[in-house]
């Protein structure tokens, strides 16, 4: 079955960079597009950008700056990566899969001052 | 950027209440806007896409409707289980953006 699961540090100190991986299963990375989406506690959700099945990547423009998304299709992995952290980029981190229907688990990651 | 405005931002209901929120777009979006469901402590749902178009396995009491700016999502027969925050998105335009969210508590 489809699965997406989000992983890497729940703490990061401002100004550092924030790695992230989502390791997806049950579909290709070829077939299908991965979106990276947040939500800082309490608030809604961010569109922060998606990669196509064919490599291609869109950005949100507020973020386009920090924000770089890659992937490593043989090991079925997605990757986020954003820089100069800042404590309002804390936020539970959501990969899914385009256009929708299946959604990781998440990842709370705190950016500490 | 698109600017999804969702109304109300709450809602109190009761069980068996007819339910009806609103998302309006800045601009026209075509009939790409997606409704989600987020309960507390959740990832987000898939409930609607492409404004009308119910997601496999969602109950037919959640409907979608509109084109354009003006979006409408209703819960015909509201259930305990549907107390949530509902939120819009449109995919229309880079970057696609979502709603403020409609959060359905208890009367």
């Known amino acids: 079955q489809v699965q997406l699961k989000e992983s890497g540090p729940v703490l990061v100190q401002a100004s550092e960079t924030l790695s992230l991986t989502c390791t997806v299963s049950g579909f290709s990375l070829t077939n299908y597009g991965v979106i990276w989406v947040r939500q800082p506690p309490g608030k809604g959700l961010e569109w922060m950008g998606i990669i196509w099945r064919n490599g291609n990547t869109d950005y949100n423009s507020a973020l386009k700056s920090r924000l770089s998304i890659n992937r490593d299709t043989s090991k079925s992995q997605v990757f986020l990566k954003m820089n100069s952290l800042q404590t309002d980029d804390t936020a539970i981190y959501y990969c899914?899969?385009?256009?929708?229907?299946?959604w990781g688990q998440g990842v709370m990651v705190t950016v500490s001052s | 950027d698109i600017v999804m405005t969702q109304s109300p931002t709450s809602m109190s209901i009761s069980v068996g209440d007819r339910v009806t929120m609103n998302c309006k777009a800045s601009?026209?979006?075509?009939?790409?806007v997606d409704w989600y469901q987020q309960k507390t402590g959740q990832s987000p749902k898939l409930l609607i896409y492409?404004?009308?178009n119910r997601y496999t396995g969602v109950p037919d009491r959640f409907t979608g409707s509109g084109s354009g700016t003006d979006f409408t999502f209703t819960i015909s027969n509201m259930q305990a289980e549907d107390l949530a925050v509902y939120y819009c998105?449109?995919?229309?335009?880079?970057?696609?953006?979502f709603g403020g969210g409609t959060k359905l508590e208890l009367k």
């Open positions: 899914t899969r385009e256009r929708g229907a299946y």
């Open positions: 998105m449109q995919s229309n335009s880079y970057p696609w953006t």
């Open positions: 601009q026209n979006v075509g009939s790409n």
């Open positions: 492409k404004a009308s």
